[in-house]
């Protein structure tokens, strides 16, 4: 494998990654997500 293709797969991982951890912290009730985790930064 190359540069690129090394580049664009822990991209990919560190995507599925994040969005996994956003929808675990979303399925827990009572929980506010922080600040930094909200799309523009909203309230």
């Given at each position: 494998m190359n540069i690129e293709n090394l580049k664009t797969?822990?991209?990919a991982d560190i995507s599925e990654y994040i969005t996994k951890?956003?929808?675990?912290?979303r399925k827990r009730p009572g929980k506010k997500?922080?600040?930094?985790?909200l799309?523009?930064?909203?309230?």
């Open positions: 797969k822990a991209e951890k956003l929808l675990n912290l997500l922080p600040v930094f985790s799309p523009h930064g909203k309230k």
